[in-house]
């Protein structure tokens, strides 16, 4: 049922009616996208517990089934896969390929920052590209980041531009091989994928670009949010934690956009992990011992 019914106004199995309770306080309007799940009358005047659905996520009941089975895959599958990848793989192999990846979608990002009318950070992320693709050695090192250039690698993409315009996220969705996401972002990621394949074609067209390109994407992005995949899952409620934090990250990634705010934030235990590992410094010297002052002597007394 839609609306929360006092205990007292339901009529016992018998048939025989119960004496009214004071009315309580008119509870606020129930939309249409709650769902009630109702329970046995509860005593004494109390109310029916009502369940509600997020209006953010409006096919709960799929996508959480949908994050069970993902769940399941992860620990037997894709957990232990990208950890093998992390032993296997020398960390400087792994920097050197998830920074190819990021350098190959430049150009992507740029475009995205003209549209959202920063030709600024567009000239900066093209610049990236220039001299990691050339100094960089194809984009396996990542030289712009560092001195004399100092060009951080910023993430954006279509979703971003659609964000960015006050288009809203849209229905949370959590699909299979993607994970939480929404259709603002479904849509965003379609655009993204296609501009390379279709505006320079091959080899960003062809099973063997597209496919090893995914894994180790996928893989490298798994190592990299291991931890906070993690702490997600030691909550009381895993799903709903992977819904609201994604939710919660991807406004902040919109309003870092327009200024307001510093970005997304992660788990206070994965804040290590994600900025490398604190710098060690020396111990200061100790100070040397300082010799004790002997106290003066007493002066000598004076005859009477």
């Known amino acids: 049922m839609g609306v929360v019914l006092s205990a007292a106004a339901l009529v016992w199995a018998s048939g025989q009616p119960v004496e009214a309770a004071p009315a309580p306080p008119q509870p606020a309007p129930v939309t249409a ?4 799940e109702e329970t046995p009358p509860a005593p004494d005047g109390q109310t029916i517990t009502v369940t509600a659905r997020p209006k953010s996520d409006p096919i709960q009941g799929a996508n959480a089934a949908s994050f069970k089975v993902a769940q399941a895959v992860d620990n037997k599958l894709v957990g232990p896969a990208a950890e093998t990848y992390k032993k296997l793989l020398p960390k400087p192999a792994r920097a ?4 190819f990846i990021r350098n190959i979608g430049e150009p992507v990002v740029a475009l995205n920052f003209l549209l959202q009318l920063k030709p600024g950070k567009a000239a900066e992320t093209l610049g990236r590209f220039g001299i990691n693709s050339t100094l960089g050695v194809g984009g396996l090192f990542d030289v712009a980041k560092g001195k004399p250039f100092n060009l951080p690698h910023r993430r954006n993409g279509f979703a971003n531009t659609l964000g960015f315009y006050g288009v809203g996220p849209g229905p949370y969705l959590y699909l299979p091989g993607i994970g939480s996401t929404s259709l603002r972002d ?3 990621g379609a655009v993204d994928g296609v501009i390379l394949p279709m505006g320079i074609g091959a080899p960003f067209n062809k099973p063997y670009y597209t496919i090893p390109n995914g894994l180790v994407r996928s893989l490298d992005r798994r190592v990299e949010l291991d931890c906070q ?6 909550a009381d409620d895993p799903y709903a934690a992977t819904r609201a934090f994604y939710l919660k990250k991807r406004k902040a990634e919109i309003d870092a956009l327009h200024g307001r705010g510093k970005g997304p934030e992660v788990p206070e235990q994965c804040k290590d992990q994600l900025s490398g590992p604190a710098e060690v410094k020396p111990a200061p010297a100790a100070a040397p011992p300082v010799a004790p002052v002997p106290e003066p002597a007493p ?3 004076t005859p009477g």
């Open 33 to 36: 996208l709650v769902q009630a």
């Open 96 to 99: 050197g390929l998830g920074n």
């Open 186 to 188: 479904v849509v965003g």
């Open 229 to 234: 995949i993690k702490a997600l899952q030691a």
């Open 299 to 301: 002066a000598p007394a």
